[in-house]
């Protein structure tokens, strides 16, 4: 069984498009994040959700909108695509880092957006 | 300043050599520190954790950890050609977040 999937895996498309990606855990997990690792490989947080509220917003633009219908789910909305969005996008999950201070975050396999 | 400071590396090492992977970071108040591994093409995987001043070892891991020094360090004895990868130093800083390091290549030779 996967712990944190991610679809679709590879999503190529056109500026200006609009596209998601979803995002499942079954770790019973209450904290979902969205990462963006960039093409130096540096991971840096965009969004976290604790049971369903958001945490945390990394100054990202507002054409990124995540949804989380329920504490095993969180999905990200991309308006308006830009080449700059080009990236891998991660998604994690973790206990309540504030309660399990030694528990590390499981990944999903990750998405590779490509504009064009 | 970084937050959480890698050497990008690469660093080469024999197989069956030690390595030795370094992190500082800025924030007094962090409270747990992580080591993660990726290889190409694939997710960041946890390997240690540790959280008090000292030594904590898994197997042929070792995390360090200094909070006097804001430092981390992994320690991997009998490298093997199979823990090539790119080791990404986290650290929790609090507010719900791990931010990480922009990771260390470590590249073992047979």
């Known amino acids: 069984d996967t712990a944190v999937s991610q679809t679709p895996k590879y999503l190529v498309t056109q500026m200006g498009n609009d596209k998601s990606i979803k995002c499942e855990q079954n770790?019973?997990?209450?904290?979902m994040y969205w990462y963006k690792q960039d093409s130096k490989k540096f991971l840096k947080i965009m969004f976290s959700?604790?049971?369903?509220?958001?945490?945390i917003n990394e100054t990202v633009p507002n054409r990124f909108s995540p949804k989380s219908p329920d504490k095993a789910h969180l999905n990200l909305h991309i308006n308006s695509l830009e080449l700059g969005d080009s990236a891998v996008y991660f998604c994690?999950?973790?206990?309540?880092?504030?309660?399990?201070?030694?528990?590390?975050?499981?990944f999903g396999s990750g998405t590779r957006l490509t504009v064009v | 300043q970084k937050e959480v400071e890698q050497n990008s590396g690469p660093l080469s090492v024999p197989e069956g050599a030690i390595a030795s992977l370094n992190c500082t970071y800025s924030?007094?108040?962090?409270?747990?520190f992580f080591w993660y591994r990726q290889y190409s093409g694939k997710s960041p995987e946890l390997i240690m954790s540790?959280?008090?001043?000292g030594d904590k070892e898994d197997g042929r891991f070792t995390a360090q950890l200094n909070k006097a020094s804001q430092y981390v360090s992994l320690l991997i004895r009998d490298s093997q050609p199979s823990d090539s990868a790119t080791y990404l130093c986290?650290?929790?800083?609090?507010?719900?977040?791990?931010?990480f390091g922009t990771g260390t290549r470590l590249l073992v030779s047979p």
């Open positions: 959700y604790n049971n369903k509220e958001l945490i």
């Open positions: 924030d007094r108040g962090s409270q747990s």
């Open positions: 986290a650290v929790n800083t609090g507010f719900q977040k791990l931010v």
């Open positions: 540790i959280y008090s001043n």
């Open positions: 770790l019973g997990h209450d904290t």
């Open positions: 994690a999950s973790s206990q309540d880092p504030d309660t399990r201070r030694d528990y590390g975050y499981t």
